[in-house]
């Protein structure tokens, strides 16, 4: 028997889309395509660049369908949007010294090894992250990773603010162990 898509809750087609259902992933496409371009057009005025963002924002959703637990699809979407519109903004203001990464300013001048340091302890983070609990991995991905506060996790998530806080919390704990852990053993 084939689903009719349009008659299907939001939680039903997230349910589908994260199973890889890609006709679920149509319909959501469907239903929140144009308010998500009036949403960012509002902000952007630039057509071409507010219809390359909207795309972004649904091909994120596809590739981090597995791991992410949306409660509220559109809230999810917003607030994807509005960081990749913020994102955008700073771009195009350009980037002030105070805001260069870390990483760039240490890769550049006398420390010529410092970008493998960098790469390094990425793979050592990546490492610990596979062995923490699913929820706290997706919560330190969204905080860390993908630049999102802790509100805007809570409502993607439908947990609390402070539940949010609290597996960062204990994160930061286990993640200073762990670093503390593979430092005493390359002295050795």
Known sequence: M??????????ELLRCISESDSEAFNEIYQRYWKKLYNETYKRLRNAQLVEEIVQDVFIDMWTKRT?????????YLLISMRYKTFKE?????????FEIPLDDIYASGDQA??????????TCIEYWLSMQPEKRAVIFRMRYLDYLSTREISTILG??????????????????????????????
Do not use: P
């Open 67 to 75: 791991y992410y637990q949306v409660k509220s699809i559109y809230a």
């Open 159 to 188: 947990i609390s603010q402070k539940t949010v806080q609290n597996q960062l919390i204990t994160a930061f704990t286990s993640l200073r162990e762990f670093i503390t852990k593979l430092l005493i053993l390359a002295l050795f």
């Open 113 to 122: 090894d410092s970008r493998l340091n960098v790469n390094e302890l990425q």
């Open 2 to 11: 084939k689903i009719s898509y349009q008659t299907c809750t939001d939680d």
């Open 89 to 97: 903004y700073r771009k195009s203001k350009g980037v002030s010294f």
